[in-house]
């Protein structure tokens, strides 16, 4: 990204310059109304820049036409309320795979594999709506990443789930991130959560990204007093 920028009755979000590795887990943190979830929609090209440029492998981003949707495509956003299919958490995690005209066998090896990597392999046919939180969100982020995309965006994805939930999403983001090489960038108030799975942090407050590094360069070092006052869990404005 490039003097991007986004402005709804005023600035809400002006980012001089991100660059995202491939591979890479970044942990979005800041305050709420910082801008961390404009950046994510921008992203993922659900919400128009008002300014700048957003460039992807070197190349920049259409404002519309057939290679923008198909670099949408290549992503895949989660949100903090899950939203399932009123089906079955097979029907649910092998959607994208169908839709994508991924051969049969191709999504029964796949959505096998997810099933037994987010613990439900004997909830295969029970029906979205009869899940709890914790067991939503897992089939959510399983759908999401079944296809492989190139790059995951998750908003909160663990927010008021129980410590379980949380560990079981946590160890299947950060797998498929070292296995398939997929990028990720998830939003978290948890600022305990992104020392935990993230490789780089980025700090968002009143729409610039304030600093961004290391995951523990971070929260040890960190060059911004607004920045080290935020991970210790001081108030930020």
């Known amino acids: 990204m490039r003097s991007l920028s986004k402005t709804y009755d005023k ?5 001089e310059e991100l660059i995202l590795t491939k591979g890479c887990i970044y942990g979005v943190i800041g305050p709420s109304g910082a801008g961390k979830s404009t950046l994510l929609r921008i992203i993922n090209m659900l919400t128009p820049q008002s300014g700048g440029e957003i460039l992807y492998k070197g190349r920049p981003v259409p404002l519309n ?6 670099l949408q495509r290549n992503m895949a956003l989660v949100f903090q309320k899950t939203l399932l299919f009123k089906d079955t958490v097979w029907n649910n995690i092998s959607y994208g795979l169908k839709a994508r005209g991924c051969k049969k066998q191709e999504i029964e090896k796949k959505v096998t594999s997810l099933l037994d990597q987010i613990g439900m392999s004997e909830l295969a046919n029970r029906r979205a709506e009869t899940l709890s939180g914790g067991e939503a969100q897992r089939v959510a982020i399983a759908r999401a990443v079944a296809f492989e995309p ?21 160890e299947m983001i950060t797998k498929m991130a070292r296995t398939k090489e997929i990028t990720v960038v998830m939003v978290t108030h948890n600022v305990f959560q992104a020392r935990r799975i993230a490789n780089h942090v980025i700090f968002i407050n009143q729409g610039k990204i304030v600093e961004m ?9 960190p060059e911004n007093e607004s920045t080290r006052m935020f991970v210790e869990g001081k108030m930020v404005y």
Request: aromatic letters at 2%.
């Open 11 to 15: 600035e809400v979000l002006s980012v």
């Open 150 to 170: 190139e790059l995951l965006l998750l908003d909160e994805p663990t927010a008021n789930l129980d410590p379980g939930n949380i560990e079981l999403i946590e």
């Open 65 to 70: 036409g057939p290679e923008r949707l198909a």
């Open 213 to 221: 590094g290391p995951t523990e360069k971070i929260f040890t070092e």
